[in-house]
């Protein structure tokens, strides 16, 4: 048997102040070596867990229990002593990617003082080890090594997060939703090198999921999580698959669903359904939502051609890139990590300047000079990014990071609020229903929130000012199946009634079909539906060979 290294005993996490509890009666255990699998649907606890373990909880949340480490108990620990443990001891690899880097240092000199504050090495030894980790992620090693973070893709910023904390070789690494924002093909080279320094290191890994597959195929054991509570732990042996405990939840990629039980909420069985006959789930978002009058709105339009966007000679993360997208249409973007995507979404909010090239909204000149223009672009353009922590604030309830949008805009009247009648709590409330969140955490702050629940308010932000262009960044990647599908039916509600275009960046196939009427491949455009093009349809299994949801 092996040493155990690890223990958690009877893990409470409760909020102080309402004394409502978030985990409840956890036990865990983690031997030398071993992978771990954790999984459930989003706002189950599994987060939670993981910061407990890393002394990382807001300040207005209790912990209590046992969490031992190396017969270490880190609930008694000073915050110094803790500390200490980080990195070369227990490391983590959080799902809010960005934030593992400061924007305006470049990613290299991080790495290095990361590395030789842990690890006994000179700054020689520092980099040639942070050039050959950026390498194994699949990494342009010496441009991500030059590069800052925000010069980088969401999928690159993530490999080169997940290369540092590989490279302090800890004895526990937890890895906390670490493939969400990668495709398919990059997302298996991060787990196969995970493993890989696992069975040479002995290094344990506590692997925090909701994707069903990408745990049963990976770890040695799985410990499901619902409402806060374990409810089943299971050994997983070479081939088999885990019979599940209420994994409504949790995505199975290229399994039969119907098999897996249900606990409330939208059975995998019926999401089959409704994908196949392309209707709603029974639940029907923005009830209130009323058809847009088309004789009153002039029609919108985006028109981009030939844009190239270049940091140098040689680098160029746009090459005469050309999209056309209607009134009322939902175009999908696809493309590995890297490819440009991300950098499309950002020119047309106005966050990156580009070289060469066109855009025309409406058939006037996008991103315009003028502020009175730019504030007009701006309140008819918005955008659900990737990362759900780069759009609330921190130190903002989340009422307050709802309504930013309309308190900018106070011209703007939405069809589902009543801004003459309701306080502007309510109207929070209102937002946060929009996208299945309980109106309690109105009053909340992002801290004490699941990674997915931080996306979906950022999703009702965005759509608070129903604007006529709604750009999304892989805005269903950190949420599990139910979730995903909820959020895409909100999606489709708001374009059924309001004609409002979406751009809708993705590398998860099944979210582009189920949402999107054609996909533009990075680079090119292709229509995709019948009768695609073989290559097309050649491309798309490389990029998302293990994304078949159903």
């Not at 805009?409 to 929009?434: C, G, H, I, W």
């Amino acid at each position: 048997m092996k040493s155990i290294l690890l223990t958690m005993e009877h893990v409470h996490i409760k909020d102080s102040a309402s004394q409502h509890g978030l985990v409840k009666d956890l036990n865990l255990v983690i031997e030398k070596g071993e992978m771990v699998g954790l999984i459930g649907q989003s706002g189950s606890g599994k987060s939670l867990t993981s910061r407990s373990i890393m002394g990382l909880l807001a300040p207005n949340l209790e912990v209590s229990g046992t969490i031992r480490f190396q017969e270490k108990d880190l609930l008694t620990l000073s915050a110094k002593e803790h500390q200490g443990l980080l990195g070369h001891e227990i490391a983590m690899i959080f799902q809010d990617y960005r934030g593992s880097f400061t924007p305006f240092i470049k990613i290299g000199k991080q790495m290095i003082e990361t590395i030789r504050t842990h690890r006994q090495v000179s700054k020689k030894v520092a980099k040639e080890i942070s050039l050959q980790v950026l390498k194994e992620m699949g990494l342009d090693s010496e441009r991500v090594f030059r590069s800052y973070s925000f010069q980088l893709s969401g999928g690159q910023v993530q490999r080169a997060a997940i290369a540092m904390a590989l490279a302090l070789k800890p004895s526990l690494l937890i890895c906390d939703e670490v493939t969400t924002a990668l495709d398919a093909k990059n997302g298996e080279k991060v787990l196969d090198y995970v493993d890989y320094l696992r069975k040479t290191t002995g290094c344990a890994v506590l692997m925090i999921t909701h994707d069903l597959e990408e745990a049963y195929t990976r770890a040695d054991r799985l410990y499901v999580m619902s409402d806060g509570e374990i409810v089943k732990e299971e050994f997983v042996s070479q081939g088999d698959r885990p019979r599940g405990y209420g994994l409504s939840g949790v995505r199975v990629s290229g399994q039969d669903l119907n098999q897996w039980d249900r606990s409330g909420g939208y059975g995998l069985s019926e999401a089959q359904a409704f994908v196949g006959q392309g209707d709603r789930p029974r639940d029907s978002y923005l009830t209130g939502i009323e058809k847009r009058d088309e004789r009153s709105v002039p029609p919108s339009h985006l028109v981009i051609r030939n844009l190239t966007k270049s940091y140098s000679r040689n680098v160029h993360a746009l090459d005469r890139f050309s999209l056309e997208i209607k009134d009322g249409e939902c175009v999908g973007l696809v493309g590995e990590s890297g490819s440009g995507k991300s950098t499309v979404a950002k020119i047309l909010l106005g966050l990156e300047h580009y070289s060469e090239g066109t855009i025309l909204f409406n058939g006037k000149p996008a991103v315009p000079k003028d502020p009175a223009l730019l504030r007009e672009y701006r309140k008819q353009v918005q955008m659900i990014f990737q990362d759900a922590n780069s759009t609330l604030n921190p130190k903002l309830p989340i009422w307050k990071s709802l309504l930013e949008p309309l308190d900018n805009f106070k011209e703007v009247n939405p069809s589902f609020l009543k801004r003459e009648s309701q306080t502007k709590k309510e109207m929070a409330e209102t937002l946060l229903e929009m996208v299945g969140l309980d109106k309690r955490y109105v009053d909340s702050y992002p801290g004490e929130l699941s990674g997915g629940q931080k996306q979906r308010v950022s999703i009702a932000r965005a759509l608070s000012l129903e604007p006529a262009l709604l750009v999304c960044d892989e805005p269903t990647a950190s949420l599990d199946m139910t979730t995903q599908i909820q959020i895409l039916d909100l999606l489709k509600d708001v374009q059924r009634k309001t004609k409002m275009m979406i751009l809708f960046i993705s590398h998860d196939k099944w979210a582009v079909d189920y949402l999107c009427d054609r996909v533009v491949m990075m680079p090119g455009e292709e229509s995709w539906g019948e009768g695609s093009d073989p290559l097309t349809q050649l491309e798309w299994s490389e990029i998302s060979e293990k994304e078949h949801s159903f």
